[in-house]
């Protein structure tokens, strides 16, 4: 049964080649679109669903008028943090942070770049991100201090004396 059913369909095929080349070139570009579709939904709504207080974490993005195009972003005037946070007491942290391109990491004389980002210590306090060792929040609460990833901390060991977890790794060179 099933094979007479295509059987039909070849012959059917073969004999209105056009209208079955745009059928089935129809039926792709719908299920292509359809899939990317649900690829987009489900990246979107399972965005950084691992912090244990995601549904309190909130973007602020402000509209800019700039040479008569209104752009979306989430540039925001610097001192709209420590406002925001003294006249609105609902608010339990508000963190300003930038994300930066490539980094200059240097210890001594040596130097890698890195993908990197600026941050405030109560960003730790938002996010859940676990610490392999140490306390974030501490550390940048110096002022000097950074925080590495261990991607990041991987190839700054080459040039850094780790105490702890990196302390064994040896570079891959």
Known sequence: MLKSYFTMAWRSF???KVTSIINIGGLMLGLTTGIIICLLVVYTFGFDKFHANYKSIHLLEMNQNFAGTIYTGSWT???LGPVLQKEVPVLKYVVRAREEGQSLTA??????????????PDFFRMMTFSAIEGDPVATLREGSGIVLTESAARPAARFIQFSGFLQDWRPLL
């Open 14 to 16: 073969r004999r209105n």
């Open 77 to 79: 005037p610097a001192p």
């Open 107 to 120: 210890y001594g004389e040596k130097a890698i770049y890195q993908k990197g980002m600026y941050a405030e």
